[in-house]
């Protein structure tokens, strides 16, 4: 399964009256264990987040408010994700440098993580990520 592209990955909606319920659960919806989950929000207009890879780490990244832009690079291609569902989410597999950008005023992306935090995962050096390749 770590041979996966990014791509978006629909998560199950329950549509109600009193309001609509998503859920996401490991190796089901993602497929990975989740070890971890982050969320970066109050994010001052025109900042960007992200900017490295990660050796092992995947993650599956879903607005739950707002929007912004997910901008991918694998080593052969660049692409940008528009995520503003709160029941989808981008599914980004290990070795894809991404960044994150525009964000919307009161976004909050929720990170759904396969490894614990280590700094020692991260590629943060575009060119060495570019050379790895
Ligand atoms: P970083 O991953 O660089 O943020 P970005 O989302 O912009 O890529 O993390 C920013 C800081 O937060 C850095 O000092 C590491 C720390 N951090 C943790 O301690 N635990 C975590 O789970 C994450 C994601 C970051």
New binding site residues.
């Given amino acids: 399964m770590n041979d996966l592209a990014v791509q978006f990955i629909s998560l199950p909606k329950i549509l109600d009256n009193r309001g609509n319920l998503s859920f996401v659960e490991e190796l089901s919806h993602v497929p990975f264990k989740i070890k ?1 989950t ?1 969320w ?1 929000y109050d994010v001052p207009g025109g900042e960007t ?4 890879s990660y050796k092992t780490n995947q993650e599956l990244i879903i607005a739950l408010s707002g929007s912004f832009t997910v901008v991918t690079n694998d080593g052969t291609k660049e692409e940008q994700f528009v995520l503003n569902r709160s029941y989808v989410g981008l599914y980004v597999p290990k070795g894809v440098w991404r960044h ?1 950008e525009n964000f919307s005023t009161n976004s909050c992306a929720l ?1 759904l ?1 396969s490894e614990v ?1 280590d ?1 020692g995962d ?1 590629e943060r050096d575009f060119s060495t990520f570019i050379k790895s390749k």
């Fill in positions: 971890r982050y970066i987040r992200g900017g490295h994150m990170v993580a935090y700094e991260y």
